[in-house]
């Protein structure tokens, strides 16, 4: 069974923090996926990665930046947390061409900024 | 620009029934088309898929239809039951775009007893 982990459910941080959040995937999958979740909008992606240390923006990249420097390990990295970036963030990996992309997702990180 | 569009939020049906999710595309490069479901604090969960070389994809009680000159696929689960209740995502993706997903904004499905 392919595994997501997700280094935390919950965070409650102050704008203007630095916050990290951490994904990590057991199947070595190439593919690694960082989506946001809010009411109404589905899932938006924000950065994602084909390989180590290779990075690509997605549809929201504002405000986030990301890091990839091991296979299994994808962190995405909120450089001045603010108000609108409270939500439900999603992490997804999978394997190139199998089942044209079909993504393994972790179990969520609902961060509140204050 | 929405290139995958759930118009229904949420839909209400009765235990036994048949519930039909709807998802609409604009994007004639789609070639493979997912729904995932997801439960509260959960992260969504794969449920089926189809090409687009095909119209219909089933599994257990899980059937896909794709429509490609009207750009629309539809989720039915025949019978429903009260563990389907979940917001269900229709994704699309093009096969030479490294897995790449476009999600649909989500319907909230709630099966009644």
């Known amino acids: 069974d392919v595994k997501v982990t997700q280094s935390s459910r919950y965070l409650v941080k102050r704008t203007g923090e630095k916050v990290f959040l951490e994904c990590v995937q057991d199947m070595d999958h190439e593919n690694m996926f960082w989506y946001r979740q809010d009411p109404g909008l589905g899932l938006r992606l924000i950065y994602f990665s084909y390989d180590v240390k290779m990075k690509e923006k997605g549809d929201i990249p504002e405000g986030y930046s990301v890091s990839r420097e091991k296979k299994e390990r994808f962190s995405l990295i909120l450089e001045s947390a603010s108000t609108n970036q409270t939500s439900m963030y999603l992490c997804?990996?999978?394997?190139?061409?199998?089942?044209?992309?079909?993504?393994?997702f972790g179990p969520g990180t609902r961060l509140l900024v204050l | 620009d929405q290139q995958v569009k759930q118009n229904s939020p949420s839909l209400s049906v009765q235990e036994g029934r048949i519930s039909i999710l709807n998802c609409d595309y604009t994007n004639s490069m789609f070639d493979y088309f997912l729904w995932y479901k997801k439960y509260p604090a959960e992260g969504p969960t794969f449920l089926i898929s189809?090409?687009?070389?095909?119209d219909k994809n089933e599994d257990g009680r899980f059937t896909v239809f794709l429509n490609k000159s009207a750009k629309h696929l539809s989720l039915h689960i025949v019978p429903s039951q009260p563990g389907d209740s979940a917001v269900y995502f229709c994704?699309?993706?093009?096969?030479?775009?490294?897995?790449?997903?476009?999600f649909g904004q989500g319907t909230e499905l709630s099966v009644k007893p």
């Open positions: 997804a990996s999978s394997v190139p061409g199998q089942g044209a992309g079909t993504q393994y």
């Open positions: 994704a699309a993706s093009v096969y030479n775009q490294g897995g790449k997903l476009i």
């Open positions: 189809i090409s687009s070389i095909k």
